[in-house]
C-alpha cells in the first residue's frame, strides 16, 4: 500500500447512496468539508451513482460539482449540465424485462430519459427511451431465478446498489467506462482516480481506479475488491477517505 499513499490522485468519483449520503439521504458537514479542502488542492470531484440526473442534480448543485456527472451508472455522462453521452437499453430487453417482473411478481423500476418509474409502465415502452431497468426482489429463491434468465442475455451489464435488489443497464456500461471517458477529457489516467462506493454496480469502477475505496457498509465483493476500507456511511466514510489519501 506504499506505492497507493504516493498516487497522484487528480479525480475522485464518489457513489451517492450506502457511500456519501447518509441513512437520512443527506451529505453530511464532514465529508461536505473533506470534497471542498480536496477541491481547493485542484483535485476534481465527481458524482458517479445509479441515479438518474433528475434525482441527483440537486445534491450536485450544492456541493458545486456541476463540471461532470455519471449517472444512471454510466448510461449518461453530463458535463457543466449538458448531456455529454447517453448509452440506452434495447426497447425489446425493457419490455422482456418488465414483463419477467410480472411473471415473477416482483418489485420493478426503470429509468427513462425523463423518468424515474416505479412498479408502473408507460402504456407504449417503445415511445420513450431506456436508461436503465431493475429488480426489488426480498426473495433469494425468486432473485437467483430472475437473475439466472438475465445472465443468460449478452446485450446487459449486470449489476446491484443493494443486496436485494438487480440492476440493468445495457452491456458494456459501468461506472469505470463513464469515468475512462472524463479522464480522457480531462487528460489523466485511470491511476489517478479514487473511486469510493458500496455496491456492485461500483466494483468496476474501484477495480480499475488508481486507489479503489470501499465503504465500511460495502457489500464482501466490493471490499474485496477495494485497496482500502473507510467508515461507513453513517460514520463519515468519504471524508475518512479523502483526508488520509488526498489531504
Known amino acids: 500500500m506504499n506505492d497507493k499513499l504516493n498516487r497522484d490522485i487528480k479525480l475522485i468519483a464518489l457513489d451517492m447512496d450506502g457511500t456519501l449520503l447518509n441513512e437520512k439521504q443527506e451529505i453530511s458537514e464532514g465529508n461536505r468539508q473533506a ?3 480536496a477541491r481547493e ?16 442534480q440537486e445534491y450536485a448543485k450544492s456541493l458545486n460539482l456541476l463540471s461532470y456527472v455519471i449517472t444512471v451508472n454510466g448510461s449518461e455522462i453530463w458535463e457543466r449540465g449538458q448531456i455529454l453521452e447517453r448509452n440506452p437499453l434495447q426497447t425489446e430487453l425493457v419490455q422482456w424485462m ?15 430519459t425523463d423518468h424515474v418509474w416505479r412498479n408502473q409502465i408507460p402504456e407504449c415502452i417503445a415511445n420513450h427511451q431506456w436508461l ?28 446491484n446498489s443493494s443486496p436485494v435488489n ?27 482516480v479514487m473511486a469510493i462506493g ?16 470501499a465503504m465500511g457498509n460495502a457489500q464482501k ?22 483526508r488520509y489519501w488526498i489531504l
Open 35 to 37: 470534497i471542498n479542502k
Open 41 to 56: 488542492k485542484g483535485v476534481t470531484v465527481i458524482l458517479s451513482t445509479g441515479r438518474s440526473i433528475l434525482t441527483c
Open 98 to 112: 418488465w414483463e419477467l417482473s410480472q411473471s415473477y411478481k416482483t418489485n420493478y423500476w426503470a429509468t427513462s
Open 132 to 159: 436503465k431497468f431493475g429488480f426489488e426482489i426480498e426473495d433469494d429463491e425468486i432473485r437467483e431465478s430472475v437473475l439466472k434468465l438475465l445472465l443468460n442475455q449478452s446485450q446487459l451489464e449486470i449489476s
Open 166 to 192: 438487480i440492476e440493468i443497464n445495457a452491456a458494456g456500461i459501468n461506472k469505470a467506462s463513464a469515468i475512462v471517458k472524463v479522464c480522457e477529457r480531462l487528460n489523466i489516467s485511470m491511476e489517478n
Open 198 to 213: 458500496d455496491s456492485l454496480n461500483d466494483i468496476a469502477m474501484i477495480q480499475q481506479s488508481g486507489l479503489g475505496i
Open 221 to 242: 465483493a466490493v471490499k474485496e475488491s477495494a485497496d482500502w476500507v473507510t467508515a461507513s456511511n453513517i460514520e463519515d466514510g468519504v471524508s475518512e477517505a479523502i
